[in-house]
């Protein structure tokens, strides 16, 4: 069965500065990985995805995410953090032959001037 | 092209109500998911219907229930409803069956039993 861990529940930045929310993930196969954001009181918007290939993606907004098999990790970044980025990120896995996502529970971010 | 439309956007219940949730897929999505995020928590799987048919389900039970139209739109319904079920709903659809398709979200239902 698939699992996520976000290992920090809340983080803050200071505009300007880099970003990285880590995710690690359980399955047995190759994962498909996304990362999605939710801004308070509103559904989830797909930031980026992971299927296959090039293991570093881009996404909106600036972001981008790097897959690492050996760590089980799909940690999104983002050089330069915009104070219209606070918000909660959540990372999801999902299997190839599968019909659901599994979420984590979601990192808060918040950003400070 | 619109995205994914619910309705209503919020509702209040009482314990042991029933409660009908509808949700309108993206144009061209036949595959609608249903998914429940209690507050401070990651969304969870309640169901998945494609093409009008029940293609899998969470953790979940079974008074908790779904449909899907001709028209790919979709319900959920949860009869003798508990407080914990106070949560937001939210509903995805997909171009099929599978995540490699993506799934889009809709603003979701907050839903809260009193």
């Known amino acids: 069965a698939q699992s996520v861990t976000q290992p920090d529940i809340h983080i803050t930045v200071s505009e300007g500065a880099s970003l990285e929310l880590r995710c690690n993930y359980s399955?047995?196969?190759?994962?498909?990985l996304f990362w999605y954001v939710q801004s308070p009181g509103q559904g989830l918007q797909l930031l980026l995805k992971y299927f296959s290939g090039d293991t570093l993606v881009q996404g909106i907004k600036g972001f981008e995410a790097e897959f690492k098999r050996s760590q089980s990790s799909f940690n999104l970044r983002k050089p330069s953090v915009h104070w219209s980025d606070a918000a909660e990120y959540f990372c999801?896995?999902?299997?190839?032959?599968?019909?659901?996502?599994?979420f984590g529970a979601g990192t808060i971010l918040r950003v400070k001037s | 092209e619109t995205g994914v439309t619910q309705s209503p956007t919020h509702l209040i219940k009482t314990r042991g109500q029933q409660v009908t949730l509808r949700c309108s897929s993206q144009s061209g999505h036949n595959t609608v998911s249903w998914y429940q995020q209690a507050l401070g928590q990651g969304p969870q799987f309640i169901f998945q219907?494609?093409?009008?048919?029940?293609?899998g389900r969470g953790n979940f039970p079974p008074r908790f229930s779904g449909l899907q139209f001709p028209n790919y739109s979709s319900e959920l319904n949860v009869n003798a409803l508990e407080l914990d079920d106070s949560a937001l709903y939210l509903c995805a659809s997909s171009l099929a069956r599978g995540p490699s398709y993506g799934y889009t979200f809709g603003s979701g239902t907050r839903l809260t039993v009193v």
């Open positions: 219907y494609y093409r009008e048919e029940e293609n």
């Open positions: 999801a896995v999902g299997a190839g032959d599968g019909n659901k996502l599994v």
């Open positions: 399955y047995g196969a190759t994962p498909y």
